[in-house]
């Protein structure tokens, strides 16, 4: 299919070795995008600066249908990895549709991308009058991470810091209710979850303090088979 550009500006200079992106600015999505950047053969690093003015992302993918979105980019190499700092804003309220059906409203990451590692620094994400911040570390070859995550949900909030690895890991979780029933009308609002109760009725508060130990293979095998022995845990 075609590409979703309206139109491209951009002026670059080249001295031989490193292109130079002084200004470069793309009509998309109903929407513009203005950047600019360098970039050498490796080793040498690269780095892209990008802002968005209520680019309608439906334009760009099928899947994100919603209002426009206007915010920055930023990424450069360092060393044998790569730091961002994103920080995007759906316009008009509208929220963008991802994951599923849920209104992304608000979306802001700062990290690094190394060694199949994904650090996330600085992470915070409002969708559906609910808010998710914190900190959050993924090792991708190891199927492991840990995190120091915060939730604000309609009638509730919720805090979790851990890590967590195939078979090792370990970390609190703790969960108050003030208003089961609002907590309960947003959660029926969610995509999938229009039953989730049953047609039952929540009411009044609640407090949860949890703590765990084990992998996340060992916790799967525990829910699968609460009788049977555990295998592979250390």
Do not use: C, M
């Not at 031989?16 to 200004?23: A, C, F, L």
């Not at 370990?170 to 969960?175: F, I, K, N, V, Y």
């Not at 996340?216 to 049977?228: E, F, G, L, V, Y």
């Amino acid at each position: 299919g075609r590409l979703p550009v309206q139109a491209l500006q951009a002026a670059i200079g080249y001295d031989g070795r490193s292109v130079q992106v002084e200004q470069a600015t793309v009509h998309a999505g109903h929407g513009r995008i203005e950047a600019h950047g360098a970039w050498s053969p490796a080793p040498d690093p690269w780095r892209i600066d990008a802002t968005l003015q209520n680019v309608r992302p439906g334009e760009l993918h099928t899947g994100l249908a919603g209002a426009p979105i206007s915010g920055r980019a930023k990424a450069q190499q360092r060393g044998e990895g790569i730091d961002f700092d994103v920080a995007l804003q759906a316009q008009g309220g509208g929220g963008t549709r991802a994951l599923n059906g849920l209104k992304l409203e608000r979306a802001q990451a700062q990290g690094r991308w190394a060694d199949q590692v994904l650090d996330l620094a600085q992470l915070r994400i409002d969708a559906e009058r609910a808010s998710l911040q914190g900190k959050l570390e993924l090792h991708v070859a190891d199927q492991a991470g840990r995190g120091d995550l915060r939730a604000t949900l309609p009638g509730g909030s919720a805090q979790f810091q851990g890590r967590i690895a195939p078979t090792q890991g370990g970390g609190e979780l703790s969960a108050r209710v003030d208003d089961a029933a609002a907590l309960q009308q947003w959660l029926e609002g969610l995509p999938g979850l229009e039953q989730a109760f049953g047609g039952a009725s929540a009411q009044g508060s609640a407090r949860l303090q949890a703590r765990w130990q084990g992998g996340w293979r060992t916790i799967r095998q525990r829910i699968a088979s609460p009788a049977a022995p555990l295998r592979g845990s250390a």
